[in-house]
């Protein structure tokens, strides 16, 4: 669906020739070809960068806690699994194998994880340990960030922002002109990095997801059971995780409707393990 958020960022950026329209990935077995608009004065380095110091300050934060986990049977559990699904990034985007991934554990009773641009993982232990999640599982969870990232939605986003706020405060902000451009940027990082996806954004990281798990050996009917657990933890109310990422029940039929897309590949995977 074409929010009018959408609209308002599309036509801004095509007025002012400031935007282009992308396909950050390629369409894979699944086949994702949605054209993207892309703030052309925001590029994927700045976006990488920006969130590469938050992600190193969020760490920061957590080994002065003591909480940052590096050693545990989990921590190399996610690190076994990460390894995995980053061979299979270059599929959907070759520049992927020269980003710098990392992945990390918080000791933390939240429901949640992320991945975000360039390639920064983290996930909290409660989403592991309280849903005792299988590899699998695991697999489906990163595989649903890291396809976030790869297809830069976080960018995306904050593109769209540009936009809005464009149309607020008129082009003089836009090129920088007067403390206006520090707004534009702060409404940026806000929109790309705290909001929520849209729902369109959701299901093409789920289906991407769903096949980076699926190549690398990962059973793709884990993101079935992965999502029904989601939908049952806390009694109904739904986890940190969920709050971001809305499941229902057509998400996963179009989940299960992906699956014969995919499990060639799984069985492929299989096969040379």
Known sequence: ???????????????????QAVNTTSGGA???????????????????QMYAQSYQQTLGEASTKGVLDKSSQNARRLQAI???????????????????????LIDSPELNANCGPGGKIIFYSGLIEKLRLSDDEIAAVMGHEI???????????????YGVELAKQGAGALLGLGSDSMVLADAAVEYGMTLPNSRGNEN????????????????????ISLWQKMSSAGGGAPPEFMSTHPSSGSRI????AAIPKVMPLYQQARGRQ
């Open 1 to 19: 669906m074409i929010t009018p958020l959408r609209l308002a960022g599309v036509a801004v950026c095509g007025l002012l020739a400031a935007c």
């Open 204 to 223: 093409e990281a789920d289906i991407i997801g769903l096949e980076l798990a699926a190549r690398a050996g990962f059973d793709p009917n884990a993101a």
């Open 253 to 256: 039929a179009a989940l299960q």
């Open 147 to 161: 396809a976030h990232a790869l297809r830069e939605h976080s960018r995306e986003a904050m593109s769209k922002a």
């Open 30 to 48: 699944v086949g994702v070809e949605r054209k993207q608009y892309m703030f052309s004065m925001l590029s994927t380095q700045q976006v990488n």
């Open 82 to 104: 990460a390894d995995r699904l980053i061979r299979q990034a270059p599929i959907f985007r070759a520049d992927a194998a020269q980003w710098q991934w990392e992945v990390n």
